[in-house]
């Protein structure tokens, strides 16, 4: 169930998993006014075609009872 590890030849990487850094990374940059107004066009715009596509499926989703009768075979029309 449990391996053993092989020993390595150096220490540092048999301790790399556990290493800690004290160096913090550089802020994040800030978006220009630019990229979140492009971001929020982007989302509207995928808002809209899923809106767009469920307004032009209700029609084929639905149930039209008046239209929906019992078709019968053109052939027993003469009998």
Known sequence: MFRRREPV???FVAEAD???SNVTP???RRASA??????WLM????????????????P???LDHATTKTQ???ASDGR
Not at 34 to 39: N, P
Not at 43 to 58: D, N, R, S
């Open 9 to 11: 030849p150096f220490a």
């Open 43 to 58: 989302g509207l715009t995928i808002v809209a075609a899923l809106v767009g596509a469920l307004l032009i499926g209700m």
């Open 60 to 62: 084929a989703l639905s």
């Open 34 to 39: 630019g990229q979140i107004a492009g971001r």
């Open 26 to 28: 550089p802020p994040r």
């Open 72 to 74: 019968q075979p053109v």
């Open 18 to 20: 556990r290493f800690r």
